[in-house]
């Protein structure tokens, strides 16, 4: 994809801080694909499996690390991150919006909020009671925030975010549009056979430079917040209950849910769909794999699983029918080698 | 959590109707937790396990059992199920929110529908063609209520609800941000190789006292309605399919999926991110846990499971391979019984 | 459910191009279930399964292949696939809505959008800079078109729907509320500990005739676009990441999630809550059962499973703690047997 502001190789260079080789005069104006980007655009190789598509590559430019440029005889940035290298670059082409500041005459703002000059509240968004617009925040387009809220500086709500009460955002968070943060979180009481509510007093705290996905839910807490800390990162459809505390720096993959008072690490990776039961806690830097479901607390970094892999239907018919077994089957192992001792 | 409304310990009690032990004159002006509650606020302890921590508990007060409460220094409220009675005493603190009957000026509202004058209408709602707004009820911002929808008395959309078509809510529904109810159902016929879209007629009917969570879809039925009976309790980020009926007081956590024409029970609890196909019955008081796959109609109430806890990933991968091979390893065994015999 | 425009039975015949048996001059207003009918109304029988229903069946009409029909004393319309027929004849009496041209007072429409004279933007709705629609398209309630956005001929966004940017949608296409094509996909880098965003530079685009679900997500592409060909069908709730390729007349159920860069042939069937990893590829005509996790790619059309069914939960833990099991029991049945040779 193609941008504005052309910018010659050295120039990139120069702004990225890394070494240049071959033409440093080749102007750039976009990035593209290894396969895909023309002379006009900046490409990447970050995965040595692609190296040989380095032949056909038609881009002004690509960054790699050093190793890979032996031979190259295009023109390439050494990085030892190259995909890194890659995204400081994108987004020199393609930077994000800047708040264009002001109050649109379609917005509705409740007397008793505080919107900064500095912030943009975009068409058809709504400001309830109490609540609070620092500089530099873009409320996009159809944002519902409701009371008692805080948007910090530089965050971003996309387009349609709800945030529905006492949601307190830090700096430079960003939220995708049909989000909703600081919804009741789902506490229920049997009495007399009939469900009542327990209600949600808590508040959902958000720390600086956190993403929140597409259509993600995060629920406010029972008494205290839910959190995260600063820096987490999720993607869309995912579901955190109330009272979950999320440390900084972990990130997770679409549709996972986050079931009441889980307590999760820093730098942890979830994968998509996984489950995570409540009132648990997992440790730092774990990592769980698509669709595995977590129902104990755990303790030790490393890499978790529990999914199992599609396989053709008939042969897993046979297999999943001995599942049903294999308790029995094990003590018949068992007992045959008693019998033999 | 702080909130107005000051009140005494023998107040409380009278309103719960529970026997009070101790000092009936502390104030009480919020609820917390059994170790964050401070000395204005109300406490509980439900959970035997947590019975240490009334050591140090600065609470000015706790809902506990009176089991629980012998050799307790502090103000105790007792009950038979703290929880409920926290729940209620909670409730006093935060009341929901009472309607202000009106129409925001924002919102749009169609000649054809009717707005009871004791409703709230919302900023930016939309309510369309035919539909109707009883008593009571609260339409939040950004709310879109389609054609030919009924919302009963002292129900509340929170905010960005979209009531589709022909969606009929009884008294006191909840429904929080983002749900979807009445979009069409997926229905489709293949004719010579290409989709046809089979017209979804019926509608969406649910009952009294139902709760529905952020971002869930509700699709109206095919032919006839999608219902929910009175009471049902759904969480986030649930998908109920076209033609589901849902038996009273059952509730469902977060991310659960129900496929089209599935009929469940009363009194089910259906735990996160579990599924359950198409055409089957679920009989009462069924409780099915996390992330589990319902294929074929349960006839008997009890607790039911499918999904797999994680472990290390290498040795996960070590049992998978080997489940791949079980109904081979099953017949080596019985082979070799055979062969005994 | 009963409509306008009542019918007779030969009308009826003739529109569809069936064959009638019975009385040509009944009169239909509507359709209905096989048992709920009335004799105004129009039923079908597709599955033979159902065949006893005929006897007691007051519908006015019912579609049926002509080998049902022998002995039935109704009148009936004979049709190869009784439900497609089914689907058409309810199409007379339900027709999808045809756009009343013209932008709502409520509505916001940026100055450097194109709107064409034969489209209608509903109250509330937002379009933004360089986004055209199409004449026909229809932009219901509360949607919000972010920027360099098009809108087919014919398309139906029903209600708060989010296109945030660089998505093109074909012709016909129709789009279930809550759902969100076109935000960021997840592409994140680590540099020093903290994540640094990998800006997305592609679109999404959407073939004719293609439909998504409510509450769905489908991001913009990281280089190129997402993309999903012609008649592609798509449930509630389902996500697409980044640079996913999804065949022609393929079809997703409720709350499947595709990672980023898989792609997905042509006429595949994914079942409800199935996971597709990232980076791989599924041929032409695969069916993925319900809950099912496609790690790898899949090169031969058919049907493949991976997820368990229920079972009475003490029979599961016990079946499932041998599981953890699985490969030492493999091992000692092979040592067993290597003892005997």
């Known amino acids: 994809m193609d941008h504005q502001n052309p910018i010659t190789a050295a120039e990139l260079a120069e702004r990225l801080g890394l070494p240049l080789r071959g033409d440093p005069g080749v102007r750039l104006h976009g990035v593209g694909s290894l396969t895909g980007a023309g002379p006009g655009q900046l490409a990447f190789l970050a995965n040595p499996r692609y190296r040989a598509q380095l032949e056909d590559a038609r881009a002004g430019a690509v960054v790699m690390r050093a190793a890979e440029a032996e031979g190259f005889r295009g023109t390439a940035l050494l990085a030892d991150d190259p995909y890194v290298a890659y995204a400081r670059a994108a987004a020199l082409f393609a930077p994000r919006p800047v708040a264009s500041p002001g109050i649109h005459v379609s917005a509705v703002v409740d007397p008793s909020a505080t919107v900064d000059a500095g912030a943009q509240i975009g068409p058809l968004?709504?400001?309830?009671?109490?609540?609070?617009?620092?500089?530099?925040?873009?409320?996009?387009?159809?944002?519902?925030?409701?009371?008692?809220?805080?948007?910090?500086?530089?965050?971003?709500?996309?387009?349609?975010?709800?945030?529905?009460a006492r949601v307190r955002l830090g700096a430079r968070v960003r939220i995708h549009p049909g989000a909703v943060l600081g919804a009741d979180?789902?506490?229920?009481?049997?009495?007399?056979?009939?469900?009542?509510?327990?209600?949600?007093?808590?508040?959902?705290?958000?720390?600086?430079?956190?993403?929140?996905?597409?259509?993600?839910?995060i629920d406010r807490g029972a008494i205290e917040d839910t959190v995260l800390e600063e820096d987490v990162r999720l993607?869309?459809?995912?579901?955190?209950?109330?009272?979950?505390?999320?440390?900084?720096?972990?990130?997770?993959?679409?549709?996972?849910?986050?079931?009441?008072?889980?307590?999760?690490?820093?730098?942890?990776?979830?994968?998509?769909?996984?489950?995570?039961?409540?009132?648990?806690?997992?440790?730092?830097?774990?990592?769980?794999?698509?669709?595995?479901?977590?129902?104990?607390?755990?303790?030790?970094?490393?890499?978790?699983?529990?999914?199992?892999?599609?396989?053709?239907?008939?042969?897993?018919?046979?297999?999943?029918?001995?599942?049903?077994?294999?308790?029995?089957?094990?003590?018949?192992?068992?007992?045959?080698?008693?019998?033999?001792?």
Chains 1, 2, 3 share one sequence.
């Open 235 to 341: 993607d869309n459809l995912i579901q955190i209950a109330h009272n979950v505390h999320i440390g900084a720096h972990t990130a997770m993959a679409g549709c996972v849910g986050v079931a009441g008072s889980a307590r999760i690490g820093r730098y942890c990776m979830i994968a998509g769909a996984a489950g995570i039961a409540g009132h648990l806690e997992i440790c730092d830097r774990v990592v769980i794999t698509a669709m595995s479901m977590v129902s104990q607390s755990i303790r030790e970094p490393g890499e978790y699983s529990s999914a199992m892999p599609v396989m053709e239907r008939r042969e897993w018919r046979r297999n999943a029918a001995r599942f049903r077994q294999l308790d029995a089957l094990a003590r018949r192992v068992i007992a045959r080698e008693k019998d033999k001792e």
């Open 125 to 164: 968004a709504c400001i309830g009671p109490r609540s609070r617009i620092a500089a530099g925040a873009i409320v996009g387009p159809g944002c519902v925030v409701g009371e008692d809220c805080e948007v910090g500086r530089d965050c971003e709500l996309v387009a349609r975010v709800t945030l529905v």
């Open 185 to 217: 979180g789902f506490g229920l009481a049997m009495e007399a056979g009939h469900w009542i509510n327990v209600p949600q007093l808590g508040g959902v705290r958000v720390g600086d430079d956190c993403e929140i996905g597409a259509n993600t839910t």
